[in-house]
């Protein structure tokens, strides 16, 4: 059974920094692609950055140059870690896992609950 759990999210003050991670569990983390996403109240979910089978990252335009994807793959876990947040950051984030490469898209197969993220100007 596929599982990802996600923690490390809370309340930062705007420039401030968080690591989010991402316990995966009922696969080989190696054979899957991996992403984050968010999604703040009466918006869309947006991709945020994704990761490749071999470890090649997106970012949206939005978090480039602040965030950054990496995976510990013997760990099975996936990881963003989130510099210089802004207010506009503030959103729940969940990690989502496939097989297929659906980058920055919203059509991975398993997603985990969420971590929530809030950032206070």
């Known amino acids: 059974q596929v599982q990802l759990v996600e923690s490390g999210g809370g309340s930062v003050q705007s420039g401030g920094s968080l690591r989010l991670s991402c316990a995966a569990s009922g696969f080989t983390h190696s054979n899957y692609y991996m992403g984050w996403f968010r999604q703040a109240p009466g918006k869309e979910r947006e991709g945020v950055a994704s990761?490749?089978?071999?470890?090649?990252?997106r970012y949206a335009n939005s978090v480039m140059g602040r965030f950054t994807i990496s995976q510990d793959k013997a760990a099975n876990t996936l990881y963003l870690q989130m510099n210089s947040l802004k207010p506009e950051d503030t959103a729940m984030y969940s990690c989502?896992?496939?097989?297929?490469?659906?980058?920055?898209?919203?059509?991975?197969?398993?997603w985990g609950q969420g971590t929530q993220v809030t950032v206070s100007s």
């Open positions: 989502a896992a496939d097989q297929l490469p659906y980058g920055l898209g919203p059509s991975y197969k398993y």
């Open positions: 990761i490749g089978m071999y470890g090649t990252p």
